[in-house]
Structures are given as C-alpha cells and as structure tokens.
C-alpha cells in the first residue's frame, strides 16, 4: 500500500484474455463459401478467381497459410454443387431463370420389368 492505495495487481496468466492470435483460423475466417459469394456480389456478380482472392485477402486479415488451396477446394465444392457457375472463366451465380422454361420438361415413364417365375 502506498499512499493510502492499494496498486492493483496484474491478473494472473488464467484469468488474462485469450489474444486474438491465439485463437484458431476457424473462429478468426468467415466460411470460404460465404466469402466467395460475398466477393462475386461485390463485383457486381461476376469476376475471376483472380479478383475473388484480391477481395478475400483485402477483407479478411487471419487466413490460413493453406488459403489459396482451401479456396480452390471450395470453388470447386460450390461450382460442382450448382451454387456458383462459370461463364466466360468468371464465376457468377447460376441465372434462377434458367431451366424454368415448361415447354422442355422432360417426361419419364416408369420402368415395368416383368419377372418369370418357371
């Protein structure tokens, strides 16, 4: 005690808070599929790989040392599943207007096997 105050102490290691670089990359990056399509809206809807990474690496400021490759792994994953699609060597979403038109749906029948029992 000096003065008449007491100096506060320093908190022990356990009760400091956790740094930011202590954290994990899971907890400090968006989802890679989240921050692709946030960087294809601000391009007005279609840029290149090219302008996706520029856009994620100026946004973003904890990424993984395995960014480039998790972001290939995802624009895979999200062109193969129909989310984004490739036009002209740009991603873009898929038009919503595609596919809808009644005139060409196609009709299946089902399939009649027959069995014989002898």
Do not use: W
Not at 16 to 42: H, N, W
Not at 89 to 116: C, E, F, I, Q
């Amino acid at each position: 005690m000096e003065n008449g105050l007491e100096l506060e102490q320093t908190p022990k290691e356990e009760e400091r808070p956790r740094q930011i670089q202590e954290l994990p990359f899971s907890l400090l990056v968006l989802p890679y599929t989240q921050m692709i399509m946030e960087a294809i809206e601000a391009s007005k809807g279609c840029c290149n790989k090219r302008a996706i990474v520029k856009h994620i690496e100026t946004t973003q400021t904890h990424l993984p040392p395995s960014h480039l490759t998790l972001l290939d792994y995802h624009l895979n994953q999200m062109k193969q599943s129909g989310q984004i699609v490739i036009v002209k060597n740009n991603y873009t979403k898929p038009d919503p207007n595609r596919g809808r038109d009644s005139s060409h749906v196609a009709v299946t029948s089902p399939s009649v096997y027959s069995l014989r029992l002898f």
